[in-house]
């Protein structure tokens, strides 16, 4: 009788484990909700890279503005503040419309305000169980991103690629 209740015992441990699933885990390299990657150019030599001053960009819709430096608290302005030739801007993936004000030079004498407004239609893509759904973007107004040019700062934006799949590549650049 001892024996039975051993291999009983046994095979209940052994049948328990046997219907247990892998955690569902998302991995970090797993492929999320793109960003369209934005890259900035001298006016004057359109094959230069060329950094921007302080920008800040702001989505107007929920003003929420774009983190630089994730180091800085939230407090310190200089957290807002791009110095860079290349910059991920995240587009909404509720609605087919995204708007934001890039200010250059911000709280200087030569503040300039523009406003690109980017118009897509969504795809979601099941990822996994784990990870979800991720949203890839088709820029619907490549030609009309910004109002008539020269606008305040920016001179001229050339569309790369208007399918928004990953962030491999660059998919905007301005030229100022």
């Known amino acids: 009788?001892?024996?039975?209740?051993?291999?009983?015992?046994?095979?209940?441990?052994?049948?328990?484990?046997?219907?247990?699933?892998?955690?569902?885990?998302?991995?970090?390299?797993?492929?999320?909700?793109?960003?369209?990657?934005?890259?900035?150019?001298?006016?004057?030599?359109?094959?230069?890279?060329?950094?921007?001053?302080?920008?800040?960009?702001?989505?107007?819709?929920?003003n929420t503005k774009l983190v630089a430096n994730t180091s800085l608290?939230?407090?310190?302005?200089?957290?807002?503040?791009?110095?860079?030739?290349?910059?991920?801007?995240?587009?909404?993936?509720?609605?087919?419309?995204?708007?934001?004000?890039?200010?250059?030079?911000?709280?200087?004498?030569?503040?300039?305000?523009d406003v690109l407004t980017f118009s897509y239609d969504r795809s979601e893509i099941f990822v996994s169980r784990a990870c979800g759904y991720k949203t890839n973007f088709e820029i619907t107004n490549p030609n009309q991103l910004i109002g008539p040019l020269p606008a305040n700062w920016i001179q001229a934006i050339n569309v790369q690629k208007t399918t928004i799949d990953n962030e491999n590549e660059v998919h905007i650049k301005i030229f100022f």
């Open 73 to 113: 608290p939230t407090d310190n302005t200089n957290r807002y503040l791009f110095n860079a030739n290349k910059i991920y801007l995240p587009l909404q993936t509720t609605v087919n419309t995204s708007v934001f004000n890039f200010t250059l030079n911000q709280g200087g004498a030569n503040e300039k305000i």
């Open 1 to 62: 009788m001892k024996k039975l209740s051993l291999i009983l015992l046994v095979l209940v441990t052994i049948f328990s484990f046997w219907n247990c699933e892998k955690d569902d885990i998302c991995a970090e390299t797993t492929p999320t909700t793109p960003r369209v990657v934005l890259e900035f150019y001298d006016i004057t030599d359109p094959t230069t890279l060329k950094s921007v001053t302080d920008l800040v960009i702001e989505e107007t819709t929920t």
